[in-house]
């Protein structure tokens, strides 16, 4: 498997506080990507990074920042939550821009605002 | 751009039984595609891809899909089920923006194996 982990792995919160998701790799991978999971919409690219401090938009990036300041790590906050980003989030990382690479994902991160 | 589209949102199989997960895409340029499976309350895990070369391409847990050019088509099958295949199945596509692969994926497949 690869070196994937997400924290939290489960969160409730209230609509309006902040949130922020981690995801830690330990396979040095340039890529690492934050997608959505919702029923009847498969996963959905919220954000992604080529580099530290390189990231940009995904398709369903709005109310969402990322930041990355180290290799391994890459955060996703919600600002202030809504009842709309209760969903699953995924990590991913990618160690080339090639298209038929493979991208691995992490366990996932189950989050409920309510 | 291109896109995915799985046919089915669910598909109910008797166990041994022959399955067949349909996927159809749209691109105007070479595409990569991609199954990925993943398992009650688990991350995704690579099926399998297509890359070039053989239209056939097998993977693991006794899998394969074909690609089909003419029909923009790259549909998962396995000739004998079993209990332990029950999951949801995506299908995906590689897109390059700005120099960086992302993948689309289409809405998922849930495949339930009853005994």
């Known amino acids: 498997d690869a070196g994937i982990t997400q924290s939290p792995r489960h969160k409730v919160t209230e609509t309006g506080t902040p949130v922020t998701l981690r995801c830690h790799q330990t396979?040095?991978?340039?890529?690492m990507y934050w997608y959505r999971q919702d029923p009847g919409h498969g996963l959905r690219l919220i954000h992604y990074?080529?580099?530290?401090?390189?990231?940009d938009k995904g398709e369903v990036s709005d109310g969402y920042s990322v930041s990355r300041s180290k290799t391994e790590d890459f955060l996703l906050t919600l600002e202030s939550a809504t009842s709309s980003q209760t969903s699953v989030y995924f990590c991913?990382?990618?160690?080339?821009?090639?298209?038929?690479?493979?991208?691995?994902f992490g366990e996932g991160s189950w989050l409920t605002v309510v | 751009a291109q896109s995915v589209t799985q046919l089915d949102s669910q598909v109910p199989v008797f166990e041994e039984a022959p399955v067949e997960l349909r996927c159809n895409y749209s691109s105007s340029v070479s595409v990569y595609l991609f199954w990925y499976v993943q398992y009650p309350n688990q991350g995704l895990q690579l099926l399998l891809k297509y890359l070039s070369g053989s239209t056939l391409v097998k993977g693991i847990n006794g899998f394969e899909a074909e690609f089909n050019k003419s029909q923009t088509s790259f549909h998962l099958r396995k000739p004998s089920v079993h209990i332990s295949d029950t999951a949801e199945y995506f299908c995906?596509?590689?897109?390059?923006?700005?120099?960086?692969?992302?993948?689309?994926f289409g809405q998922g497949t849930r495949l339930t194996i009853n005994p």
């Open positions: 990074s080529y580099g530290v401090k390189d990231t």
């Open positions: 396979e040095n991978h340039r890529y």
């Open positions: 991913a990382i990618s160690d080339s821009p090639r298209g038929g690479n493979t991208i691995y």
């Open positions: 995906a596509v590689t897109r390059i923006i700005q120099g960086a692969q992302k993948l689309v």
